[in-house]
């Protein structure tokens, strides 16, 4: 369907995202590219513009209004495409809004509730959004740009206001063959974003087979799942690899890579690309579940994470959100086999789901560090829009009590106005007190600072041998933090942490933005001094007080366990090897990146080697620590990439999708 158009019609599709603080992971606008590159193809005449950052977009529309401006909308740019439509319309009265995207509840309270908010909008495009936005064009193109006649009859895929009266299409038929989306990527149309510091993400499938009821992504894809042809992926890989500049990192929007066994000659194709030009040199992906091909492509990738969700062991709370996991049986095997492959394991849990308890999250988190899982993230439940969670606390089948956080990096004035974007998130459920969940974020802290970012892993892992549990450490540091021989200087980083995880929370949203309209507050976000608190806290530690951090981790250790105290000249020496293993990006660059030399008496070497199987015997020896230049050059890539003034801030940030193992000195052979 190819559509000739009498006037030369302006289109501006936007992905906003804050980009304030000029620091941030952003990726390329791939998803408003997929819009604009299938109505480009239906309709050649057009002219279609794609924006990332709210100021390019300001900036075009007060020199040249579009006809029509397209919304990507998500949980974090929700609150910014309100307030820049509603400018757009108080300047251009005649521009037609459209947004599109997963963030509204998929029911007919949720349309009238997303209306009553957003006066600017005029139609809504539900699900996956190509054909509904080109069908709508076309009508509208059809009726003369005349609104009130484009609204006289309901149009599959749009919801729309009329006049007070919610009117919803039928839903669009999905598309079975993605290649009839054209590639915004070969078009040429994602070009100018290879200028700016934005992440490449690619697509190879689209859509999920399973149900979770905390996800929107199965829900908003009928549960089915569609694949572009794979030369085609191929080619898009390559076209990337050719042209990208200011990153080392590449990112998968599928969500669940390793699904087919296809996916298996993609990995060794990215394999091949980075032998050839060093690009990507660190992907991210979320993985299949029930697929042990992803052992295999896990193996041919190397520098990967290989992150299976389980969100949950307790079969009640499992029952709930209507999840299968993967056989444990299986999982214990993946993990058991990567883990002898020297890579990183790893797993997501969500705390206060339905049905979860103190006791019964306790419980999956010793387990999965009994199983040896190497990197375990773990995060609060959040309230999504579009998710079938949000349905069932809508019918009173979830109980569940909320409050009101500012998204990380989520803030910004533009053009003379603020805007916060918020997180919903659940702080106390039928199960679950919100002191419970409140006990759980300094151990969720701990977890990715000592264990999954790997600064202090060898020091668990010895533990562990010896018979204590990492979670029971953790605790350990936790509840001992007020111990008289605890260093001033971490009881205030503890302290510290647990005001702000308690404070961070607002019962409105009305009164989160009121609080951070404040100039001092909006000063203090300005400075980079809020973000999610484990990435905060993890470098505000290494930049500001590492040693005595160093000092509590070794004297809680051998208080705590007579093993470990009869050990304390290993434990000590794992310290002493770990500190100076970790780059001090507080020094000169230069500096920062030269050698250490250690004299050791343990053969702490040989026993990770083994996969932390052997003991450790007397051993003595020299060991050099070094950077070698390729991790130098990725380094500066990545520096430059999130620069920003407060070094917490680029260092969180950079953290977030790099290789963790680059903050770490090299073991010279």
């Given at each position: 369907?190819?559509?000739?158009?009498?006037?030369?019609?302006?289109?501006?599709?936007?992905?906003?995202?804050?980009?304030?603080?000029?620091?941030?992971?952003?990726?390329?606008?791939?998803?408003?590219?997929?819009?604009?590159?299938?109505?480009?193809?239906?309709?050649?005449?057009?002219?279609?513009?794609?924006?990332?950052?709210?100021?390019?977009?300001?900036?075009?529309?007060?020199?040249?209004?579009?006809?029509?401006?397209?919304?990507?909308?998500?949980?974090?740019?929700?609150?910014?495409?309100?307030?820049?439509?509603?400018?757009?319309?108080?300047?251009?009265?005649?521009?037609?809004?459209?947004?599109?995207?997963?963030?509204?509840?998929?029911?007919?309270?949720?349309?009238?509730?997303?209306?009553?908010?957003?006066?600017?909008?005029?139609?809504?495009v539900l699900y996956q959004g190509e054909t509904p936005?080109?069908?709508?064009?076309?009508?509208?193109?059809?009726?003369?740009?005349?609104?009130?006649?484009?609204?006289?009859?309901?149009?599959?895929?749009?919801?729309?206001?009329?006049?007070?009266?919610?009117?919803?299409?039928?839903?669009?038929?999905?598309?079975?063959?993605?290649?009839?989306?054209?590639?915004?990527?070969?078009?040429?149309?994602?070009?100018?974003?290879?200028?700016?510091?934005?992440?490449?993400?690619?697509?190879?499938?689209?859509?999920?087979?399973?149900?979770?009821?905390?996800?929107?992504?199965?829900?908003?894809?009928?549960?089915?799942?569609?694949?572009?042809?794979?030369?085609?992926?191929?080619?898009?890989?390559?076209?990337?690899?050719?042209?990208?500049?200011?990153?080392?990192?590449?990112?998968?929007?599928?969500?669940?890579?390793?699904?087919?066994?296809?996916?298996?000659?993609?990995?060794?194709?990215?394999?091949?690309?980075?032998?050839?030009?060093?690009?990507?040199?660190?992907?991210?992906?979320?993985?299949?579940?029930?697929?042990?091909?992803?052992?295999?492509?896990?193996?041919?990738?190397?520098?990967?994470?290989?992150?299976?969700?389980?969100?949950?062991?307790?079969?009640?709370?499992?029952?709930?959100?209507?999840?299968?996991?993967?056989?444990?049986?299986?999982?214990?095997?993946?993990?058991?086999?990567?883990?002898?492959?020297?890579?990183?394991?790893?797993?997501?849990?969500?705390?206060?789901?339905?049905?979860?308890?103190?006791?019964?999250?306790?419980?999956?988190?010793?387990?999965?560090?009994?199983?040896?899982?190497?990197?375990?993230?773990?995060?609060?439940?959040?309230?999504?829009?579009?998710?079938?969670?949000?349905?069932?606390?809508?019918?009173?089948?979830?109980?569940?009590?909320?409050?009101?956080?500012?998204?990380d990096n989520c803030f910004g004035e533009f053009d003379g106005r603020k805007y916060f974007e918020i997180e919903e998130g659940i702080r106390r459920t039928n199960t679950m007190s919100e002191e419970d969940i409140l006990y759980f974020r300094p151990i969720h802290w701990l977890i990715q600072f000592l264990w999954n970012y790997r600064f202090y892993y060898d020091l668990l892992k010895y533990i562990q041998s010896l018979g204590v549990n990492p979670i029971d450490y953790i605790i350990k540091l936790i509840d001992d933090i007020d111990n008289s021989e605890t260093p001033e200087s971490v009881k205030d980083i503890f302290r510290s942490f647990k005001k702000e995880a308690r404070d961070e929370w607002f019962d409105s949203p009305e009164q989160l933005r009121e609080y951070y309209s404040h100039p001092e507050n909006f000063d203090y976000l300005q400075k980079g001094n809020h973000g999610k608190l484990n990435g905060k806290y993890v470098f505000r530690v290494l930049l500001e007080i590492r040693k005595d951090f160093e000092k509590y981790l070794y004297d809680t250790a051998i208080r705590y366990s007579k093993d470990c105290e009869s050990k304390k000249e290993i434990v000590l020496e794992i310290l002493n090897i770990l500190s100076a293993s970790i780059i001090d990006f507080n020094e000169e660059w230069n500096a920062a990146m030269r050698d250490k030399h250690l004299t050791t008496k343990y053969g702490l070497l040989s026993w990770r080697k083994s996969g932390y199987n052997q003991d450790i015997v007397y051993e003595e020896g020299k060991m050099v620590l070094y950077v070698p230049e390729e991790q130098i050059k990725a380094l500066e890539i990545l520096f430059k990439q999130y620069e920003h003034v407060n070094k917490n801030v680029t260092l969180r940030k950079a953290s977030e999708y790099m290789d963790i193992k680059d903050f770490f000195r090299k073991v010279r052979d």
């Amino acid at each position: 369907m190819v559509i000739k158009i009498a006037e030369k019609i302006k289109i501006y599709l936007c992905d906003f995202v804050y980009n304030f603080l000029k620091a941030g992971t952003h990726m390329f606008p791939l998803n408003v590219g997929y819009i604009g590159a299938f109505a480009k193809k239906n309709f050649p005449d057009i002219e279609i513009k794609l924006f990332k950052y709210p100021d390019d977009f300001i900036r075009k529309c007060k020199e040249d209004p579009p006809h029509i401006a397209g919304f990507g909308n998500y949980t974090w740019n929700t609150y910014l495409n309100r307030g820049i439509s509603d400018w757009v319309k108080s300047i251009s009265p005649k521009t037609i809004v459209i947004f599109g995207g997963p963030n509204i509840n998929y029911s007919q309270k949720g349309y009238k509730q997303f209306f009553d908010s957003y006066h600017s909008t005029d139609f809504y495009v539900l699900y996956q959004g190509e054909t509904p936005f080109v069908n709508l064009l076309k009508k509208i193109f059809d009726k003369n740009m005349d609104l009130a006649v484009v609204k006289e009859e309901p149009l599959d895929g749009v919801v729309f206001n009329r006049g007070g009266e919610i009117i919803c299409g039928k839903i669009s038929k999905r598309i079975k063959n993605l290649d009839e989306i054209p590639s915004p990527y070969l078009s040429g149309m994602l070009d100018e974003f290879f200028e700016q510091r934005l992440i490449p993400i690619v697509e190879t499938n689209r859509g999920c087979p399973y149900t979770c009821t905390f996800c929107a992504q199965g829900f908003s894809s009928y549960n089915q799942i569609e694949f572009f042809n794979i030369e085609r992926v191929k080619q898009e890989l390559d076209y990337i690899a050719g042209k990208i500049k200011n990153t080392n990192i590449l990112i998968f929007a599928d969500s669940n890579f390793g699904i087919l066994p296809r996916d298996i000659e993609i990995a060794h194709h990215l394999t091949h690309l980075t032998n050839e030009t060093g690009y990507p040199r660190k992907v991210s992906m979320n993985w299949a579940k029930n697929q042990p091909k992803i052992l295999e492509i896990a193996k041919i990738l190397k520098n990967i994470n290989l992150v299976i969700s389980l969100q949950s062991l307790d079969e009640t709370v499992l029952e709930k959100i209507k999840r299968k996991n993967i056989d444990i049986s299986i999982f214990k095997n993946i993990v058991e086999t990567f883990n002898k492959e020297g890579g990183m394991s790893g797993t997501e849990i969500i705390l206060a789901l339905p049905g979860e308890t103190k006791e019964s999250h306790i419980e999956t988190l010793r387990a999965l560090f009994n199983w040896n899982v190497s990197y375990l993230l773990c995060y609060n439940l959040l309230m999504l829009d579009g998710s079938e969670l949000s349905l069932q606390r809508e019918r009173g089948e979830f109980q569940c009590y909320t409050k009101f956080r500012l998204s990380d990096n989520c803030f910004g004035e533009f053009d003379g106005r603020k805007y916060f974007e918020i997180e919903e998130g659940i702080r106390r459920t039928n199960t679950m007190s919100e002191e419970d969940i409140l006990y759980f974020r300094p151990i969720h802290w701990l977890i990715q600072f000592l264990w999954n970012y790997r600064f202090y892993y060898d020091l668990l892992k010895y533990i562990q041998s010896l018979g204590v549990n990492p979670i029971d450490y953790i605790i350990k540091l936790i509840d001992d933090i007020d111990n008289s021989e605890t260093p001033e200087s971490v009881k205030d980083i503890f302290r510290s942490f647990k005001k702000e995880a308690r404070d961070e929370w607002f019962d409105s949203p009305e009164q989160l933005r009121e609080y951070y309209s404040h100039p001092e507050n909006f000063d203090y976000l300005q400075k980079g001094n809020h973000g999610k608190l484990n990435g905060k806290y993890v470098f505000r530690v290494l930049l500001e007080i590492r040693k005595d951090f160093e000092k509590y981790l070794y004297d809680t250790a051998i208080r705590y366990s007579k093993d470990c105290e009869s050990k304390k000249e290993i434990v000590l020496e794992i310290l002493n090897i770990l500190s100076a293993s970790i780059i001090d990006f507080n020094e000169e660059w230069n500096a920062a990146m030269r050698d250490k030399h250690l004299t050791t008496k343990y053969g702490l070497l040989s026993w990770r080697k083994s996969g932390y199987n052997q003991d450790i015997v007397y051993e003595e020896g020299k060991m050099v620590l070094y950077v070698p230049e390729e991790q130098i050059k990725a380094l500066e890539i990545l520096f430059k990439q999130y620069e920003h003034v407060n070094k917490n801030v680029t260092l969180r940030k950079a953290s977030e999708y790099m290789d963790i193992k680059d903050f770490f000195r090299k073991v010279r052979d």
